[in-house]
């Protein structure tokens, strides 16, 4: 035993996660920059499958067996709360200081956090926003919408006015997605979805209900197409991308799409944050990936400094240029460097800043899946906003424990 | 002297022995999950209680049936396994009865109608997906050539036609075994009955009727509980064909029961899912058996 404690010191140690192989090939540069500043320390990237969810379930199952082979978890935003419930994550409050962690954007700090522990540490950001189309808007002589009822009004002038078809496009289908723009929109109105701290269901409140109305509106008032409650991201933005809708909703990545060269709208287009209800505040839906630590890694320390290698500013920043993601880090928004290569980055802070997380509770996958059912339901005219919306708000609360 | 009984004692003893190590891997196979999944399911053991078992008596039957979600899967189940028994046998019965005649290259046919069952499911529910896509799907392509339909028709994406696609594709993959299983049945009648049967005037509709039929009754049975029992718990053809979608409108209890367990960490929902599942799988199989054994009674 004591022979073989010593062999293993003079081995390196090796660190390992799972992630996305599309994304093993992108961080494969920072891995082995850390490695050779770090010869005692190996990274070991197990490539999964390219399917978000294929990889949160092979985490999973590794956790579940108690002695996980991943000494890091490389992480969707939305993971965290379950697996930190789960006890299988360190808590990482210690090791980092107040003024580092002020450095990212809150929302992403606080989509880390669970039951006061910090068990994500930022790497790169997403967020929600309206992409829209500014040469649409100079024709009909409008300023970008800022309220709900703004971007109707514009909507429905373009269409009336202009050879475009549609006026908003968005993602309707049962799923994630789906769920990621009506937190906008509730956000939008005032509402909430769930409150971490008291586990308060918002759902059945005026705003979420106005929220649904606003939504099935849109479809109703054919500003939206019918199919827009089958569309995901894609499709959303094939739309936008050849000139047939006014106004978008879509993440970061629909930028560089829309921009390509050879697309009819290259050039035309704007972003900006989501619109908003009068006198209320806009709202982004908070995406991303982050990294965690196994609670049962045998080398905690050594996790730690790959962690904070990874989301240090300089590999970060290395990083989002290459790969033209966003980062978590708010300096990087208006790094000289990174707004040459990608200018638009001083609005998509403004967006940035109203990035909202998605609630924070270790439940996340069952009260998701309770809202994408009700939603499309609501959206695709099975139910009312109002019977929609209450019976999601009555299964979330049971789901929760905090029977209404 | 050494009596006749005792041997026939020892004999049994040694069967027993040697029968023992078997039993035991079959206890600990089937008997010990079942068993724990029941234990289990009157705990709740999930994200709320850390993880640990809490003893919580039937309150996760009692969630059951306000779940409405379970509701629809039991119901899509349901759908699923009623549709595919339906086809498969029908389908199944007319393969096996051509099989059955003598043709020439009847191996051949025999073997071919055996590789759609033979290929993995997960490759096959691939490839219907990809046959049942919406732009480039060659079953869109094919039916607007032929001006059957003006649009693509975005099969996997409504609820209707999503679970009309995932029968569709599990008849495809598996008449071909319920006609195999079949055809065992018709190679063991005996042609002399059909022969004195047409002799006394019998017309084939009339053979088949009076003679086919109950001699492979006890086939069918046995088919139709094998299907039953596989369809009931359909997991990695839906799966990958819609993954349960459009809006939950494929989702068998299978898929319900991995959501709750793998994405959710429900374990003791789950256990009480499986339970359930399996109590009515049992309340069926015992069922069939019962008919079966009545049916052997009358023959004999």
Redesign the interface.
Known sequence: MLVGAHVWSQQPVTISFLLRAVEADQMQGLAEQFMAENPNIRIQMVRGPNAADAV??LY??SFLLGDSPYDILFSDVVWIP?FA???WLLDLSDRVSEADLSDFLPADVAAGLYQGGLYRMPFRSDMGMLYYRTDLLEQVGLAPPETFDDLITAAETIQAQTDVDWGFTWQG???EGLVTNFVEIIAGYGGFWIDPTTLEVGLDQPAGVQAVEFMKGLIDRRISPPGVT?YIEEDSLRQFQNGNVAFLRNWPYAWAEANRPGTPVAGKIALKPMVHAAGEQPAACLGGWGFGISSTTPHPEEAWRVVEFFTSPGPLKDFITEFAYVPSRRALFTDPDVLATFPHYEQLLEVAETAVPRPPV??Y??VS?ILQ?YL??AISDQMTAEAAMRAAAG?SR?V??VEG | MVSRDYIRRREQRTGWLLMLPALLVLLLVYAFPILRAFWLSFFTENLSTNLEPVFSGLDNYGLMVGDGRFWQSMRNTAVFTLFTLFFELGLGLIIALALDQAFRGRGLARTIAILPWALPTALIALAWRWIFNTEFGVWNDMLMRLHLIGNPVNWLGEPFWAMVAVIAADVWKTTSFVAILLLAGLQSISQDLYEAHALDGASPWQSFRQITLPLIAPQIVITMLFRFAQSFGIFDLIQVMTGGGPGGATETVSIYIYAAVMRYLDFGYGAALVTVTFLVLVAVVALSWLYISRLRAKTE
Do not use: C, I, V, W
């Open positions: 949160e379930n999973t199952t379950k419930a789960a006890g289908l049962q799923y089958n270790g439940q996958a069952q899946d059912r499309s339901a299964e049971r929760l424990g």
